[in-house]
């Protein structure tokens, strides 16, 4: 079976339906739950792209996959982080001369959890 779907474009998109489909009431609970405010236009389009990723999932089961080993990474993992070095720090005068308020080297700021 063939489905014709019109795109965000208005042109028209054909593509193969091969597996169980979402029915329009399926997207409208879905948008309901996440509290999305859909057009019946916006439903039917979001309707054919749903169904349009199921199909393409359903193409990617049918891929043999018994001889791939399963891997937790696809790609190796590379440490990006720059090495940790202790460097000098701006001087505290500094730092406190741009507080709002402070006592000596410490920093005052209002409390947020309870408490005076």
Known sequence: MRRIVP????SV??????????????VEHVAH?????LTDEELGRLEGQLNHILDQ??????????????TAQTIELENILREDVVTPSLPVADVVRNAAEHEGD??????ILGGD
């Open 7 to 10: 795109s965000a474009t208005g």
């Open 13 to 26: 998109a054909r593509y193969h339906r091969g597996m169980a489909t979402l029915s329009r009431s399926d």
């Open 33 to 37: 739950l996440a509290r999305l405010g």
């Open 57 to 70: 999932y359903a193409i990617l089961a049918e891929v043999p996959t018994d001889h791939i080993a399963p």
């Open 106 to 111: 410490l920093i005052v700021v209002p409390a």
